[in-house]
């Protein structure tokens, strides 16, 4: 039986709404986003930063992408995210309209109101999506989640006076609390 329209929503909804309201879609529901706290976007430009830099003294094809940056994650029309740091490898995914598929490393920092998006339904979502790697970044309980789906693993849980190694970038670690 098909959905109906209040049931289910497509990237045509997201692009109708109106001026500077934000909301993701996954598998068709839709999720309003409210506006980050300054923390949250401290450490999105800190973590978004220490990437950039470490990819251009390192070289390669890897982008980082902040948010607002659209990502059609299952390259369908009932799922659009906006991470708050994309890094994308493949670069042929990135197109005027965002990534057009999964990218390889995934961050979202935590807010009261995204908690259970970030942890649960984002975390499926970018589990079965292909990203390779995920990172959940709570200033709440001052600590990261990280999710390496290529490796089936266990999540890693460490605290932000600790350093974090990315798995695709294994030179680069990052201690959360520095960029506080």
């Not at 300054?38 to 450490?43: D, E, F």
């Not at 990172?135 to 490796?151: F, L, M, S």
């Not at 266990?154 to 605290?159: N, Q, R, S, V």
């Amino acid at each position: 039986m098909p959905l109906l329209k209040s049931d289910y929503y497509s990237t045509q909804d997201i692009f109708n709404l109106p001026e500077g309201e934000r909301a993701e879609l996954v598998n068709g529901e839709m999720y309003m986003m409210a506006p980050p706290s300054s923390t949250h976007q401290i450490l999105v430009m800190g973590l978004s930063a220490a990437f950039f830099n470490h990819i251009q003294k390192k070289g390669g094809p890897c982008k980082v992408l902040p948010a607002p940056f659209a990502v059609f994650i299952k390259k369908d029309d009932s799922n659009y995210v906006e991470p708050d740091v994309s890094v994308i490898c493949n670069t042929d995914l990135i197109s005027d309209r965002g990534c057009e598929g999964a990218p390889d490393l995934v961050i979202e920092v935590v807010s009261p109101s995204s908690r259970r998006m970030d942890y649960n339904i984002k975390n499926a979502l970018y589990s079965s999506a292909g990203v390779r790697e995920y990172w959940i970044v709570d200033p709440a309980k001052e600590r990261t989640t990280i999710y390496y789906y290529e490796q089936d693993a266990a999540p890693m849980i460490i605290p932000f006076h600790q350093e974090v190694v990315s798995g695709i970038y294994k030179d680069l670690k990052i201690k959360i609390s520095d960029l506080l």
